[in-house]
């Protein structure tokens, strides 16, 4: 890997595609944001393995989610999509679930009109938690007739995508290992391409307990990224958003 330590096109919001915008973990557009898998009770599931973490997520989450906010003051926002895997746990919803996700949702419906759930592969029990806030869960939501936001698990039937210019997923919780000499870390990061001719995002999870998966090294799970990945461009997550560019050139 070559020597391509945080540098270059470094900014706070990163338009691309148009009006698109990227800030920090989430996408804002058309006055909707979009943040996805916060993998709530995350700690929890670890402590149930015996592995001792403390449970800080929750409290991680409101600070960047406060910080992020305060960087979107005077934008309008309608509209708030969790694009999937609210929570953690498959089978069950454990007590920090519905502690913590309710929480959440109470937050982020000061700031919003209307939240939409998008169902993820760890939500197969999330209907019980949306109930308690008279909330939706569907399987995608589209954003203006032109932007699909969906988990990224599954692909969408073709009649889905007639219109669609852009398709923002989740899912994969992609991160890149960045090196500088003996010096390396894992960051968030947000991959931009194409698939099937449309504009492809795959969003950096909300989980603050881990960083994700280092594409440039590890098998990438969704069906969205199974194809030319190393075409896809890497925006790198820190203090601001760095464009790293192609993947390709950081192998």
Not at 105 to 126: A, M, Q, R
């Amino acid at each position: 890997m070559r020597k391509v330590y945080l540098q270059k096109e470094n900014t706070i919001f990163m338009k691309i595609f148009g009006n698109i915008s990227l800030i920090d973990l989430a996408i804002y557009t058309h006055n909707h944001l979009i943040v996805t898998d916060f993998h709530i009770g995350y700690e929890e599931a670890l402590n149930k393995q015996g592995l001792l973490v403390p449970r800080f997520q929750f409290e991680e989450i409101i600070k960047r989610m406060e910080s992020l906010f305060s960087e979107l003051k005077g934008k309008k926002i309608e509209r708030i999509i969790i694009n999937g895997d609210l929570k953690h746990e498959f089978g069950a919803i454990s007590q920090q679930e519905w502690r913590h996700t309710l929480k959440l949702l109470d937050y982020l419906g000061k700031h919003c009109s209307e939240i939409i759930l998008i169902k993820g592969n760890h939500d197969t029990i999330l209907g019980a938690i949306a109930k308690k806030r008279n909330i939706k869960v569907l399987e995608h939501y589209i954003v203006k007739n032109r932007i699909l936001v969906m988990h990224g698990n599954l692909t969408p039937p073709k009649e889905l995508l007639k219109d669609i210019s852009t398709i923002i997923i989740g899912h994969d919780h992609p991160a890149v290992l960045i090196r500088e000499g003996v010096r390396a870390e894992l960051f968030k990061a947000y991959l931009t391409g194409k698939w099937k001719g449309k504009n492809l995002i795959a969003q950096p999870s909300f989980n603050l307990v881990t960083e994700g998966t280092d594409v440039l090294k590890e098998e990438v799970l969704s069906p969205f990224l199974k194809d030319n990945l190393s075409n896809f461009e890497a925006i790198i997550v820190a203090d601001k958003l760095y464009n790293f560019g192609s993947l390709k050139n950081l192998l």
